[in-house]
């Protein structure tokens, strides 16, 4: 009861049924988290358990507040609910909008300085095309497909993510994203890494991003200008930047 007439207040509605009450999964985390852990609830529903979270962390005065990870299917809504009348498709739509709508609240509510934000990923397969051919079978016509090993409906966000898993970087990290000689660059954490999936990559570019000097740094196979280019940018930040770490996909 208390966790519908919580989220009822919330949407002025109730697109969740039976939804947890936030108070008693506050107690649970006093009780078995301290600061700076991580909450995982693998069935998020409407992310009661993140509105708890935040809720928490606005209370309590630790440094390191707690975070969350909320992993919700995308299983629809029953059309005829009240949910789908909203608008919502997935319950996974209704968990994100309370989280957004939870932030707003308790940040007017009691303007504590603590970090609302969140992040919302989708399992996918891999970035990286599939390919099952043999040298031999290779023709004129089928090898330009893999001129770019890249899935053409992939973005540079999502290959941003496939890096920062690879290298073992936690997804919350903070990134930013800078203009270098007209190319997007996404910088994660300061200077851990570095990512730039454009074209054109060159001798030029290579010299001014070594100023940063990254720790890491990532370009598309396909992103460069030539060959040529491609070995001289690897040398070149060996030689102005020896502590950065190249990586091509």
Not at 17 to 24: E, G, Q, R
Not at 120 to 144: A, G
Not at 214 to 223: E, H, N, T, Y
């Amino acid at each position: 009861e208390n966790g519908t007439r919580l989220i009822r207040e919330l949407f002025e509605a109730t697109p969740f049924d039976h939804p947890k009450p936030i108070d008693l999964i506050k107690r649970c985390a006093l009780i078995g988290t301290n600061e700076g852990d991580i909450v995982l609830d693998f069935f998020a529903g409407s992310s009661s358990t993140a509105h708890a979270v935040l809720s928490l962390n606005a209370e309590l005065d630790d440094e390191d507040h707690r975070r969350f990870i909320m992993v919700q299917l995308p299983e629809d809504v029953n059309p005829d609910s009240e949910a789908a009348e909203l608008g919502y498709n997935t319950i996974s739509e209704i968990s994100q909008e309370r989280i957004r709508r939870a932030a707003k609240k308790i940040k007017e509510e009691t303007n504590a300085d603590i970090d609302y934000g969140f992040r919302v990923y989708r399992l996918d397969s891999s970035n990286m095309q599939d390919v099952y051919y043999k040298p031999q079978d290779y023709t004129q016509e089928n090898i330009d497909i893999f001129a770019d090993n890249v899935k053409s409906d992939r973005s540079a966000d999502d290959l941003l993510v496939q890096v920062m898993l690879d290298w073992g970087l936690p997804l919350s990290l903070k990134i930013d994203q800078l203009d270098v000689l007209g190319k997007k660059v996404f910088k994660v954490a300061g200077n851990s890494l570095y990512a730039c999936f454009d074209r054109g990559i060159d001798e030029d570019f290579a010299k001014a991003i070594a100023q940063d000097e990254p720790l890491r740094i990532v370009f598309k196979d396909s992103g460069f200008k030539n060959d040529t280019a491609k070995t001289n940018v690897k040398q070149l930040l060996k030689q102005l930047s020896p502590e950065t770490e190249m990586k091509v996909i």
